[in-house]
């Protein structure tokens, strides 16, 4: 009976706290309530609670725990809620951003509006059509704009309505399809028809009879725009018309953008927008294109008509304007209302007259106007006026060039002679030529003359020397500078920098030789000077061309016993000293005792002294294993280059010989006999050193290595008396392009031994330790095709026909 009693107590407390966590708000008692009992429905009704009452489980939490339940279980209780509010958000987000797409930082939406903009090239001179093309370019309402209180409400707006104060209410309400929005404990309210703000006195009226805090003023009552309705409008005469579903707070402009602007021949003057049957409206886009000018972009209401008409007159600019295009031009607009739309003319505009091509019923004419016609001509459809340039020509620019200090263009008077150009150029420079200036001057047939002016004269009062200048006239001064000769010197030898120097007077010996740098070390005391021999009358009887002086130079301090002075052209060469060779080296590596360069000592350096001088061969030493490699000298290569081998255009054997040389080999070997000239020390093995040579000596290799076209690329240890073949075929023999009677030996000293054959005999070279046999491929040879042999015996069988009917 206890048990019972225990569990129906347990029954009845988890019962009562399920029933108050189902109604938390109406409930007066949550002390029972235990969070962690609590299945996720009932976190789901909990949720479900706060959303209808516009709360959040942070602003609930002074009214729970006024009910009774404990700080801790409604820490657990938020942690709950607010797990399942963020799982909803992920679910919901989807759906929010395509049923909410124009959602701004005001929280105002609207319905998206997608037009896709198509770029016009048809109409892409008319005046204005870059209005509409422009896809960047948007006309649409700013809806973070404060609500126009002379919005007029309808079916499909949504008011955001808020009481704050002493009592609090806040909702999002729709206006109803009877143009009605319902406020919980207020009941219905008209406000279809009705502009926002007389919305806003009629609904703070109806709460103010149910709350009694808003009628003593605790509480205040706010209305605003929180969806924007949409409206159907129709365009009719744009390049794509139509019926459009736009914001209700959208203007003409924004329509006209959304169906791209007048169409191919539609008018941008006189847009009528219709309302009621009636035109409401004249728009013409060019006062705001012109002025910026926007009384004409009214806003729109549900069943408006814009209409737009084919134009009445066009006209053509064409160009020195900086707008040049097609304009619509309205009945007594003139010429200069034209020039205003196309901005003016620009900078380099003839604004003198503007030609103008006219369209008569037959044919076309040309007129002329004047600039004191702009005011008062009036064009006509189809008229066509051409801006052209200004002339390439100046009315009064003068030109002096030459020695004064400020050569330039200048202004031209009547009456200006040559001092005055002179004086506005700030004068003569100290190397004019006086004696003579000229004028180079434009005669009235275009043609030029020149006019040789005294300047002495001029500039001393002269009137006629002082003559008097005209438009477009060039004066030319001249530097007595011009009339020189460029004089050089040219310095070789041993300086350090040679070559050609500038001629000054008094320039001496001691002055050039400065100049380049100074003297090289290998300078010796010998110095020549070659100069020209100047003579009016020509001198058989001395065959010389030039004079040559020979001087004494002090080498230390790069000076002479006698400053000897230069004249014009002179040539000068330092000459070398009779000895002077810095030290050379050659390199020894490989079995001897003191690897490493060494000094070529004397002229005939051998390869036995070198060895000798690097302690000699080691007992490891091989030697038949001597040889010495030689760089390959870029004159070698050059010589080959210089070579002419009579080929053929496209044939690069000369090209690929010099790369080879020059990226491949590098060096060429010198086999070395050593034991000859141990025998004899002038054999000619023993040959004499070139420096950068390198003399390379390996270490006994008692094997043979066997590499080409054999089965086996292998080293063969070396066996006395083995011949050739003992070693080919002991690496399998050659393999099935192997070239066996063409294989050949090199020997460690560089050395190569071909095979050699006599009749039906064949002789192979002798196998030393540490050579290398090679076996190459056979060249490729081209088989005889099966039609090629049916050809060959048809010309046997033809030649066999004609020797037996030859001798029948």
């Known amino acids: 009976m206890k048990n019972v009693t225990v569990l129906l107590l347990l029954f009845f ?93 005001s929280g105002r939406t609207q319905e998206k509006i997608v037009n896709n903009k198509v770029k016009d090239s048809v109409n892409a001179l008319i005046f204005g059509s870059e209005l509409f093309d422009n896809p960047t370019l948007n006309f649409e309402p700013d809806s973070n704009l404060a609500t126009p209180m002379n919005y007029v409400l309808g079916p499909g707006d949504e008011l955001q309505v808020s009481v704050y104060g002493v009592q609090e209410y806040n909702a999002s309400i729709p206006v109803s399809v009877e143009g009605k929005i319902t406020i919980q404990y207020v009941g219905q309210i008209s406000v279809a028809g009705i502009s926002i703000e007389a919305a806003t006195q009629k609904i703070k009226a109806a709460i103010a009879r149910v709350y009694s805090t808003v009628r003593s003023g605790q509480s205040q009552v706010s209305v605003s725009l929180s969806r924007i309705r949409t409206i159907k409008i129709t365009i009719v005469g744009g390049k794509q018309p139509g019926n459009y579903s736009i914001s209700s707070l959208a203007t003409v402009y924004n329509a006209l953008h959304l169906a791209g602007g007048p169409g191919k021949n539609g008018s941008y003057r006189n847009i009528e927008l219709i309302r009621n049957n009636k035109v409401y409206k004249n728009i013409d886009i060019y006062r705001f294109l012109v002025k910026g000018d926007q009384s004409d972009n009214v806003s729109l209401k549900e069943n408006d008509v814009i209409r737009i008409p084919v134009y009445t007159q066009r006209v053509t600019v064409e160009g020195e304007v900086k707008r040049p295009g097609i304009f619509e031009m309205k009945k007594g607009e003139k010429f200069s209302d034209l020039l205003n739309f196309a901005s003016g003319f620009n900078e380099f505009a003839y604004t003198a007259s503007v030609n103008v091509l006219q369209k008569t019923g037959k044919e076309f004419k040309v007129h002329d106007i004047n600039q004191s016609e702009f005011s008062t001509y009036i064009p006509q459809s189809g008229d066509v006026f051409r801006i052209t340039k200004i002339l390439n020509r100046f009315e009064n620019r003068i030109k002096i060039e030459g020695a004064v200090f400020r050569p330039d ?114 300078a010796s005391k010998r110095v020549e000077i070659a100069r020209m021999i100047k003579s009016d009358e020509i001198d058989d009887a001395n065959p010389k061309r030039i004079e040559l002086v020979e001087l004494e130079i ?255």
Do not use: C
């Open 13 to 105: 407390t988890f019962f009562s706290f399920q029933l108050n966590a189902q109604d938390l708000m109406k409930s007066s008692d949550l002390s029972t309530v235990k969070v962690d009992y609590l299945s996720d429905s009932d976190i789901a009704k909990i949720r479900t609670q706060l959303k209808s009452n516009n709360m959040t489980i942070e602003e609930a939490e002074p009214m729970i725990l006024s009910k009774g339940m404990s700080a801790a279980e409604f820490s657990k209780l938020k942690v709950r809620v607010n797990e399942g509010m963020v799982t909803s958000t992920l679910n919901k987000k989807e759906e929010e951003k395509k049923s909410t797409t124009n959602k701004k930082d």
């Open 409 to 522: 263009y200048y202004s031209y008077n009547a009456g200006m002679r040559v001092s005055d150009i002179i004086a506005r150029a700030e004068g003569l420079k100290e190397d004019a030529y006086t004696k003579r200036a000229r004028i180079i001057r434009l005669k009235s047939d275009l043609t030029t003359e020149i006019v040789n002016v005294n300047l002495e004269n001029a500039l001393a009062g002269d009137l006629n020397a002082n003559i008097e200048l005209k438009r477009e006239d060039e004066v030319t001064v001249y530097s007595i500078l011009d009339f020189r000769e460029e004089y050089k010197v040219t310095i070789d030898g041993e300086v350090k920098n040679p070559g050609e120097y500038p001629f000054y007077d008094n320039l001496t010996l001691n002055d050039l030789v400065a100049q380049v740098g100074g003297l090289t070390g290998s």
């Open 554 to 808: 002090t080498a230390d301090n790069n000076e002479q016993v006698k400053n000897f002075v230069l004249k014009p052209f002179d040539v000068i060469n330092i000459r070398r000293m009779a000895v002077y060779e810095k030290p050379q080296m050659v390199t020894i590596s490989g079995a001897v005792s003191y690897p490493g360069k060494y000094v070529l000592a004397n002229k005939k350096e051998s390869v036995y002294n070198i060895v000798m001088r690097a302690g000699g061969l080691t007992s490891v030493a091989n030697l038949e294993g001597m040889k010495i490699k030689r760089p390959i000298k870029q004159e070698q290569i050059d010589q080959i280059e210089r070579v002419d081998l009579n080929l053929a255009k496209n044939d690069t054997l000369k090209e690929d010989l010099a790369k080879k040389l020059k990226e491949e080999l590098k060096y060429v070997t010198i086999p070395v006999d050593w034991k000859k000239i141990m025998k004899d020390k002038d054999h000619y093995s023993n040959v004499t050193l070139f420096p950068d040579d390198e003399i390379e000596i390996s270490i006994l290799n008692e094997g043979v290595k066997v590499t080409g076209s054999v089965l086996l690329n292998s080293e063969i240890p070396y066996r006395n008396g083995k011949g050739f073949r003992y070693y080919i075929n002991a690496v399998g023999g050659v393999d099935n392009k192997g070239w066996k009677k063409k294989a050949y030996i090199i020997y460690p000293n560089g050395k190569a031994a071909v095979t050699g054959s006599f009749l039906f005999f064949r002789s192979y070279p002798k196998v030393a330790p540490d050579s290398q046999i090679v076996v190459p491929e056979k060249p490729e040879t081209k088989k005889i095709s099966t039609g090629e042999w049916v050809s060959i015996g048809s010309v046997i069988t033809s030649l066999a026909l004609l020797i037996v009917t030859a001798f029948k």
